[in-house]
């Protein structure tokens, strides 16, 4: 059984203590993963800190140069690491169907992108102010030592997210990878270190624990974090204490509201996807699905075909659409959620039932006769069920939509886009896309409202999250 081991200034390290990393699909222990001690803790954030001043010195062309390098290295092991993707987390393999619906392929390709991307954003002087007497300039200035915590999700894809805007603003990074899917993770940080000076980026591994002593380390300027509201609040208490900032992505319940005026035939597979993309395991899924009393039947029917007709197994086996629930944690919530929506009365329009075996398994559900104040409805399942509430009118959808404390994206379906909009511009959440759902792009700025986290990632904004203003001010 191979153990994988963590970079710290450019070294590879183990640790005495290993726990298993699981494969999701059929129970088997993949590798081992380090469980850094505190003291490993503290030399990888030692490291950060010693080459963080060369790092931020060096000509920004000279970041973005090394950075586009990084692009490259993922891109040559892209198959090795999308077969760790799968094979750890779960996701297929391949793109699904007709549409090429993102796997883990997507998941490393994407990791490419979003390095090339911010690796090619410029970040100039902006002039605040300028007359006869004085001239104001604000430059962006790094942080200096980042903490990345990851989920288990899209592990290697949230964590380059983390990552790479931190490295391109002159920032060095501690990166400590879910419990859950550390290996692809460890193994990605490895390749990419190669082509970076030691320190740069590095890497801790193990539980909630070992999250807690990196974010506690004093020697932390700046955390990034993507996960639960529950682990946020307590980072973000932690942070308040040392008075360090923070970028909270925290998942959240995203409606979508389906207008009067769709065409179910039309919006279904976009619906489909933008819940179950990754088996509903995504921050910014569609959640809870609003129908329209005339079209609630139709919708439904539509759903029901696409559920039934996608194949679900191993990621690793060409053709299937649909993986495991990646841990078994997660896997008990469902199971939980939709059993309460059962014994409420709810109807199981198609799923609902365990499959067993050895794999975490759960079928694609679609629940309908439900309604808000339900646990389904109200509580974030991050797995592949829905929820679908009928509604009467449309200022009756909004409110669902703003009643809970979340608000990282939604989505409004519709034949006419200005009805539309003036739905979206309604609705509380970081985005809220039209007629698709959870389509983000490297260049348009993701973050949530209310519990759903603040900050954003991606584009210019996301790149300027990652830095801190200084200002010059010339008297003339
Ligand atoms: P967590 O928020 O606990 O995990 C996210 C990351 O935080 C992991 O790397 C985790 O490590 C780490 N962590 C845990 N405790 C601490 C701590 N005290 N200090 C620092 N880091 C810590 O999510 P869970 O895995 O428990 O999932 C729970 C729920 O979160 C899910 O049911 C889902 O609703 C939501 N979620 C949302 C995601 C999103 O994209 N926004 C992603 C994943 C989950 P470790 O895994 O090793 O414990």
């Known amino acids: 059984m191979k153990t994988f081991e963590n970079t710290v200034n450019g070294r590879l390290v183990g640790s005495a203590r290993t726990f298993a990393s699981k494969n999701p699909a059929t129970g088997e222990t993949l590798g081992l993963v380090p469980h ?61 169907g007709p549409d090429q619906v993102p796997g883990a392929r997507f998941e490393i390709w994407g990791c490419e992108v979003w390095t090339q991307v911010p690796a090619s954003l410029e970040l100039p002087v902006e002039v605040a102010f300028e007359d006869d007497t004085r001239r104001d300039e604000v430059h962006r200035k790094p942080f200096g030592v980042v903490a990345a915590i990851a989920p288990w999700n899209w592990p290697l894809l949230i964590a380059i997210w983390q990552i790479i805007p931190s490295l391109r603003a002159g920032n060095t990074v501690v990166l400590k990878p879910s419990e859950y899917t550390s290996i692809g993770t460890l193994e990605m940080v490895r390749i990419i270190a190669e082509v970076l000076p030691p320190g740069v980026l590095n890497t801790v591994s193990g539980g909630g ?6 974010v506690e380390n004093t020697d ?29 992505e925290l998942g959240g319940n995203d409606a979508a509201i389906v207008l009067p005026d769709a065409d179910p035939k039309a919006i279904a597979m976009g619906l489909f996807w933008g819940a179950f993309l990754n088996m509903g395991q995504t921050c910014a899924a569609a959640k809870r699905l609003y129908v329209p009393d005339n079209l609630h039947d139709a919708v439904v029917a539509e759903l029901k075909v696409l559920a039934e007709a996608m194949p679900m197994g191993n990621g690793m086996e060409p053709g299937v659409a649909i993986g495991p629930i990646q841990n078994r944690m997660q896997f008990d919530k469902v199971v939980s959620l939709v059993e309460d929506a059962k014994a409420h009365g709810a109807t199981i329009v198609c799923g609902g039932k365990e499959t067993g075996g050895a794999g975490n398994f759960y079928p694609i559900t679609l629940v309908t006769g439900i309604a808000d104040g339900s646990r389904l409805v109200d509580e974030e399942q991050f797995g592949p069920v829905l929820p679908i509430i009928r509604y009467s009118d449309v200022d009756s959808a909004i409110a669902s939509a703003n009643r809970l404390d979340v608000g990282l994206g939604a989505s409004v379906w519709s034949s006419d886009i200005e009805k539309a909009r003036t739905v979206a511009s309604r609705i509380q959440a970081g985005t809220v896309w039209i007629n698709q759902h959870g389509t983000i792009h490297p260049m348009v700025p993701f973050g949530g409202v209310k519990s759903s986290g603040w900050g954003v990632e991606f584009g210019i904004d996301g790149l300027k999250s990652v830095t801190q203003p200084q200002v010059i001010s010339v008297k003339k």
């Open 209 to 214: 624990d070992v999250g807690a002593a990196l």
């Open 220 to 248: 932390i300027d700046k955390i990034m974090f993507t996960g639960s509201t529950a682990t946020g609040a307590r980072i973000a208490a932690t942070a308040a204490r040392n008075l360090v900032p923070t970028t909270m």
């Open 36 to 96: 850094s001690t505190s003291e490993q803790v503290a030399e990888a954030v030692a490291a950060a800190r010693a080459a963080q001043p060369g790092w931020a010195a060096r000509p920004d062309a000279e970041r973005k140069a090394l950075l586009m390098k990084v692009a490259e290295a993922i891109k040559a092991n892209n198959e090795y690491l999308a077969e760790w993707v799968t094979r750890e987390q779960g996701k297929p393999l391949g793109g699904v």
